[in-house]
Nanobody, 123 residues
Framework: QVQLVESGGGSVQPGGSLRVSCAAS????????VAWFRQAPGKEREFVSS????????FYADSVKGRFTISRDNAKNTVYLQMNSLRPEDTAVYYC????????????????WGQGTQVTVSS
């Protein structure tokens, strides 16, 4: 069992940066693959980025590639999403999710979810 808590969301102007964090409790978090998803009002939850348990392989949605960077510190049981060059269309609730199974790009691939953190990009 893993519990996930996101933090670091907030409001920022277009072009700005934010880093959101996903802190995990529970044993063996270092063995979990982790992803970030986001959900804007009236839209489906969409894949943003994921990282395998070793941290050696990462994946990104085309819409954030080159602007967002996912990383993890297994010693701290934390996964980060650094978001640069933010755009209004990045506005959403950001969720982290974890699985012991194969990494994927759909919400159904993940067994554990955090409560989400709001990111708002507006001038």
């Amino acid at each position: 069992q893993v519990q996930l808590v996101e933090s670091g969301g907030g409001s920022v102007q277009p072009g700005g940066s934010l880093r959101v964090s996903c802190a995990a409790s529970g044993r063996s978090f270092s063995m979990y693959n982790v992803a970030w998803f986001r959900q804007a009002p009236g839209k489906e939850r969409e894949f943003v980025s994921s990282i395998v348990w070793t941290g050696r392989t990462t994946f990104y949605a085309d819409s954030v590639k080159g602007r967002f960077t996912i990383s993890r510190d297994n010693a701290k049981n934390t996964v980060y999403l650094q978001m640069n060059s933010l755009r209004p269309e990045d506005t959403a609730v950001y969720y982290c999710a974890a699985t012991e199974n194969r990494i994927g790009r759909t919400p159904a691939s993940y067994d554990y979810w955090g409560q989400g953190t709001q990111v708002t990009v507006s001038s």
